[in-house]
């Protein structure tokens, strides 16, 4: 089974930071990595798909990167909606696994 | 526009059943894989069960496996998750996923999330 690890579990930053949050696969995983944005009592929201590929609606702020076992997102300039959980997830293959998940909070 | 829209959760004692339905609309929903993720409280996400478009492949989580069972009505375009011999680490909110497409990166993606139902098993 592939072991999703995010860092950091959780951050601290203002409005107009530079946010970057990574994940790593146990093992390669190609390009097959999402990320998904969720906010407390709602579902998630997914943001990124085949590492770096932006889900249509999605502010082009938030960008992906890497491939094989490392990951990265990153949010050029955060906005007061960014402060969240983000998640990654691997949909190579089954069993699909998530990230443990990263809070973003307001500093 | 799309729909996920899940029913059937609730408290249940342990050992007991639930059938979680979720009713998809806004899509050709014969096409699309589908899956069951679950969130116990204050906690991340995980994956529960997948199934194909024709209903013809299945996935289960180690966790659920022989106890939990996927299955959809593509005349009915619903999707469901039979849920025995429940235990409290069953607790949690279990929400209905359709995949973004069909092949490479968006197969397995979950582009459209329901609202989730709430399962809890407890005495």
């Known amino acids: 089974d592939i072991q999703m690890t995010q860092s950091p579990s959780s951050l601290s930053a203002s409005v107009g930071d530079r946010v970057t949050i990574t994940c790593r696969a146990s093992q390669s995983i190609r390009n097959y990595l999402n990320w998904y944005q969720q906010k407390p009592g709602k579902a998630p929201k997914l943001l990124i798909y085949?590492?770096?590929s932006l889900q249509s609606g999605i502010p082009s702020r938030f960008s992906g990167s890497g491939s094989e076992t490392d990951f990265t997102l990153t949010i050029s300039s955060l906005q007061s909606e960014d402060f969240s959980t983000y998640y990654c997830q691997q949909s190579y293959s089954n069993p699909i696994s998530f990230g443990g998940g990263t809070k973003v909070d307001i500093k | 526009e799309v729909e996920l829209v899940e029913s059937g959760g609730g408290l249940v004692q342990p050992g007991g059943s639930l059938r979680l339905s979720c009713a998809a609309s806004g899509f050709s929903f014969s096409k699309y894989g589908m899956s069951w993720v679950r969130q116990a409280p204050g906690k991340g996400l995980e994956w529960v069960s997948s199934i194909t478009g024709s209903g013809g492949s299945v996935a289960y989580a180690d966790s659920v496996k022989g106890r939990f069972t996927i299955s959809r009505d593509n005349s009915k375009n619903t999707l469901y998750l039979q849920t025995n011999s429940l235990r409290a680490e069953d607790t949690a909110v279990y929400y209905c996923t359709k995949y973004l497409g069909t092949s490479d990166t968006s197969y397995r993606t979950y582009e459209f999330w329901g609202q989730g139902t709430l399962v809890t098993v407890s005495s």
């Open positions: 085949g590492a770096s």
